[in-house]
Each structure stands twice: as structure tokens, then as C-alpha cells.
């Protein structure tokens, strides 16, 4: 993946400061919230093993290490490492979501917040697809994620900022989504960290995949997964596709 090295600098430069940019704890308690129900609602088998897929810092582990035992993957080491330092009772595994084989025999899978967009191909997102279905018991559930659908996809502008602590240190964070043809889009982002009065700041461009929802459906069919409903953006943050193993 030639766009993986991008991505992985992008990770590993905002690591430290992922919690504070991204994580909202009051909307991932709520989300936390509502896979469990979509778990219970559908999952046909009773055990409780959970693989949480591009699991970054780990942001729902504190709503359901009482629930599931829990796998996280990442392919960034320094998510991984900031997991670890959170939740060092939780395994996590630094790998490739879409391509892995070393894990197996779980009963709920989770691929959140539109990570499976950064395959660059619709045959690197069926292989993600299918590497969950291999490591997934029979009668078990995949919360997917999609992100950014193609026929729904809307250019998009993110502005965030706040202040670290009581300190004067504060982050800054402007990012847009814009597409560039008929099946990539753009995320450009301009972070701004300033510790100690010392500013640091950070510019990507991180390409992701838009995929058709008739792409989503054939590659979750052909790979064994009954989709038992689908969430919209309204409903899910992203959308989700809820799926079972057969």
C-alpha cells in the first residue's frame, strides 16, 4: 500500500494527542452503548470474544472490557503503544486489517469510523471482509463501518480546537474532505499543537477510497455475512452495515 506510509506518519506524529483530538467520551459511551444492543439484538452464539479492527487508542475499551474479552488491531505501533499504556490488562496486536491470519475463533468483530476506506482497491476492502470472516464463529456479528458511501458522499469541512489541561497548551485542528474523481477522495489535514509554548504543526493529505453500497453488499455476501440491517448516517455515526456470519 503506497498510501500506508502516509497514513502511518500521520498516526504516529498525532499518537499522543489522538484522544484529546478525536475522542468525545460522552459519544463513544453512547455508541459503546448501542453495538452492545445491536450484539445482543443479533449474535446467535454465546461467546463473548470481540476483535476491535483499526482499534487506534482503544476509545470504547473502557465501556465493554466488562463485557467482551477483547483483541485490538491496529497497523500503527504508536497507537498501539498508547493503547497499551491505557489498557495494559487488554491485548492488543499490531497488524494489517487487511491482510491478517494469525487470529481467530471470535464472536464479534467491530471496523469502525470508515477505516476500511483506506483500501486502495475494491479487492484489498473484500480481503479485509474476508479476513474477518475467517476469524469469525459461525452466527457471529460484524459492525462495519463504511464512512464514506459514493453515491451519498458529500465534501466535507472538520474544525476543532482546545485547550490542553489548565495549561496554555492547546491543539488546533482543520481538516477537509473533498473528492477528486469518481472513486477517491481527500482528507486534508492541518493540525496545530502548541506544549510549552512551543508550536508544532502538522500537514497531510491522506487519500481514501469511496466504494458503492452495492460494493459493501457483494463483498460482505460473498464472503458469508447475512446482513441484518443497515444503519445510516443518522442512526450511526458513518453509517454501519450489521452482519452475521452463516
Known amino acids: 500500500m503506497k498510501n500506508n506510509k502516509v497514513i502511518k506518519e500521520f498516526y504516529m506524529q498525532i499518537a499522543e494527542w489522538y484522544d484529546e483530538m478525536y475522542v468525545d467520551q460522552k459519544i463513544y459511551q453512547a455508541e459503546a452503548r448501542q453495538i452492545d444492543l445491536l450484539i445482543k439484538k443479533y449474535k446467535k452464539i454465546d461467546g463473548n470474544n470481540l476483535l476491535d479492527l483499526a482499534c487506534g487508542s482503544g476509545p470504547h475499551i473502557e465501556y465493554w472490557e466488562d463485557k467482551y474479552h477483547i483483541v485490538g488491531l491496529d497497523n500503527n505501533i504508536h497507537m498501539i503503544m498508547r493503547a497499551n499504556e491505557k489498557w495494559p490488562q487488554i491485548m492488543f496486536v499490531c497488524g494489517d486489517m487487511f491482510c491478517f ?46 464512512g464514506e458511501i459514493k453515491e451519498h458522499f458529500e465534501n466535507k469541512i472538520f474544525i476543532k480546537s482546545k485547550r490542553l489541561d489548565d495549561k496554555d497548551d492547546y491543539f488546533r485542528k482543520i ?71 452463516q
Do not use: W
Not at 475463533?105 to 473484500?126: K, Q, R, V, W
Not at 481538516?175 to 481527500?186: G, P
Not at 458503492?212 to 452495515?241: H, P, Q, T, V
Open 175 to 245: 481538516e477537509m474532505v473533498t473528492q477528486v474523481d469518481e472513486n477517491r477522495a481527500i482528507i486534508s489535514m492541518n493540525h496545530r499543537i502548541v506544549i510549552d509554548g512551543k508550536a508544532q504543526t502538522y500537514k497531510y493529505e491522506i487519500p481514501i477510497s469511496l466504494f458503492g453500497r452495492s460494493d459493501y453488499i457483494c463483498a460482505l455476501e460473498k464472503n458469508g455475512f447475512l446482513i441484518e440491517e443497515e444503519k445510516n448516517e443518522l442512526e450511526f455515526r458513518m453509517g454501519a452495515f450489521i452482519c452475521r456470519k
Open 101 to 146: 491470519s494469525n487470529l481467530s475463533n471470535f464472536d464479534i468483530a467491530t471496523c469502525l469510523y470508515g477505516s476500511i476506506g483506506y483500501a486502495e482497491s475494491i479487492e484489498e476492502m473484500e480481503n479485509a471482509i474476508a479476513c474477518v470472516s475467517k476469524c469469525l464463529n459461525p452466527g457471529g456479528i460484524y459492525i462495519l463501518t463504511p
